[in-house]
């Protein structure tokens, strides 16, 4: 692959600037006598693996939601950007639950709660002709992700 190298000859250094891949992982190998120090000492073969960390733009998101009801069941959205969805998750029967988004992205996040009443795994609107009123829905935070950091929330469904 493509590599330009840049070497220090004050500091005894080089570098390797390459279009480097978020989470990437490499090998760098430098074979037998390739490298010779200002005494005249040649290397011994070097092999070195590489991972790169996550991108700048990157970040995890913890989140914990508190004041459930837990003889309810509720359905946990995560919309970025208001069209796509990155966490779905289905619970019943607990007072609190926690998830974290890995690797989450810059941009805007809304966190929904459903209660599924009828316990079918869907949210159900309004039917007048059974006189049956929609299941509650809340948005429990809107929030922008700047990235590179670890962001926690702490959400209450009351």
Same mark, same amino acid.
């Given at each position: 692959?493509?590599?330009?190298?840049?070497?220090? /000859?004050?500091?005894?250094?080089?570098?390797?600037?390459?279009?480097?891949?978020?989470?990437?992982?490499?090998?760098?190998?430098?074979?037998?006598? /390739?490298?010779?120090?200002?005494?005249?000492?040649?290397?011994? *073969?070097?092999?070195?693996?590489?991972?790169? *960390?996550?991108?700048?733009?990157?970040?995890?998101?913890?989140?914990?939601?508190? %004041?459930?009801?837990?003889?309810?069941?509720?359905?946990?959205?995560? +919309?970025?950007?208001?069209?796509?969805? =990155?966490? #779905?998750?289905?619970?019943?029967?607990?007072?609190?639950?926690?998830?974290? @988004?890995?690797?989450?992205?810059?941009?805007?996040?809304? =966190?929904?709660?459903?209660?599924?009443?009828?316990?079918?795994?869907?949210?159900? %609107?309004?039917?007048?002709? #059974?006189?049956?009123? *929609?299941?509650? =829905? #809340? +948005? @429990?935070?809107?929030? *922008?992700?700047?990235? %590179?950091?670890?962001?926690?929330?702490?959400?209450?469904?009351?």
């Amino acid at each position: 692959m493509p590599f330009d190298v840049s070497i220090n /000859a004050k500091k005894r250094e080089f570098s390797i600037q390459h279009n480097w891949k978020p989470k990437g992982k490499y090998r760098l190998i430098i074979k037998d006598s /390739a490298l010779v120090d200002y005494r005249g000492f040649f290397n011994r *073969a070097i092999e070195e693996r590489i991972e790169i *960390a996550k991108d700048k733009l990157e970040g995890d998101i913890d989140v914990k939601i508190k %004041g459930l009801n837990n003889k309810k069941q509720y359905i946990i959205i995560v +919309m970025k950007e208001k069209t796509e969805e =990155v966490f #779905k998750k289905i619970e019943s029967n607990k007072d609190s639950l926690s998830f974290s @988004l890995v690797d989450a992205r810059i941009g805007n996040y809304d =966190v929904y709660v459903y209660e599924d009443a009828n316990r079918n795994k869907k949210w159900d %609107g309004n039917d007048y002709k #059974k006189r049956k009123q *929609a299941e509650k =829905v #809340k +948005m @429990l935070k809107s929030f *922008a992700f700047k990235g %590179g950091v670890e962001m926690e929330l702490e959400l209450n469904w009351k």
